[in-house]
């Protein structure tokens, strides 16, 4: 292809739809600058295109409208711009895209409203594309299914890490919960001497929660950098991503604490409030 200011060096591979009319409107596409293909009201359009935002980028445009291709024995004028749209996978950057004239594409895109998609609108559809071609046979695919189908893998994924994490928590709750009772079954004539000379209920359960929320806290401070490593290279694959704010960490590690302090505290209340007569009798 050629346009003005090309590198004779750069070569631009352009993702092609062809339309006569109505591209942009029917595929919900934003037009940023000029207009749409429209061949019914415009002739000239039959040697017209509109082109997305990646690939006025790619040409070195500033004001891609007006602007013209010259591809083989063709040229294409740009009559329009359009925002940069989802076109296969979502981990892949925006191509180059060029929305040209023509009649060959061999697809017809519909646009039905909400309330017509049923299996009467459907039926009706149908029933128009047999009369027009009664010697194709139909096969209609639906857009939202399409995309729905490409995140269905990642959605299989975090269903199960989440089904997992739930598991992991369950499990470290249950192994904590074995430590605080062999921790203050080993300190119950020790929490017992402490009642009588006088020790609060209160002062008695944080001295026994202070140990296992230190440790849960050193676990927090080595996690939370693994965690931000992991997740910046999940999101390395995909093209169009959100960024991790910065309070996800410091959130995630007040609740690990929260959930082990509330794991622990039946045990070390409970003995808190044990008769200490009880506890140093047995010793």
């Known amino acids: 292809m050629e346009w003005n200011g090309r590198d004779d060096n750069k ?59 010259k591809e083989d024995n063709h040229t294409w004028n740009i009559i329009g711009v359009v925002k940069d ?85 369950f499990i470290a709750s249950m192994g904590l919960l074995g430590l605080t009772a062999y921790m203050v079954e080993m300190r119950r004539r020790e929490v017992g001497i402490r009642k009588v000379l006088g020790a609060s209920v209160a002062k008695i359960t944080r001295l026994l929660a202070k140990e296992f929320v230190k440790l849960v806290g050193i676990s927090v401070l080595i996690a939370s950098p693994l965690a931000w490593l992991f997740m910046n290279y999940f999101l390395q694959q995909f093209s169009y991503r959100t960024t991790i704010s910065w309070w996800i960490l410091p959130v995630t590690g007040i609740i690990a604490i929260v959930i082990a302090i509330a794991t622990i505290s039946f045990q070390t209340i409970k003995t808190a409030i044990a008769n200490p007569v009880n506890a140093l009798r047995s010793e």
């Open 85 to 169: 749209f989802y076109q296969s996978s979502p981990g892949e950057l925006s191509k180059p895209v060029m929305i040209r004239y023509g009649t060959d594409d061999g697809t017809i895109n519909i646009r039905m409203q909400t309330s017509s998609i049923s299996l009467q609108g459907i039926s009706k559809v149908e029933e128009i594309l047999k009369k027009n071609n009664p010697g194709y046979i139909t096969d209609l695919q639906f857009a939202d299914e399409d995309v729905a189908r490409t995140f269905q893998q990642r959605k299989n994924a975090s269903n199960l890490i989440n089904s997992f994490t739930l598991i992991a928590i």
């Open 11 to 69: 070569y631009v591979s352009f993702g092609l739809f062809t339309s006569i009319g109505g591209f942009v409107k029917t595929n919900g596409l934003t037009l940023l600058a000029g207009r749409d293909i429209d061949y019914y009201n415009y002739k000239s359009d039959k040697k017209s295109c509109v082109i997305n935002e990646s690939a006025a980028k790619e040409l070195g445009f500033a004001n891609p409208v007006g602007q013209t291709i």
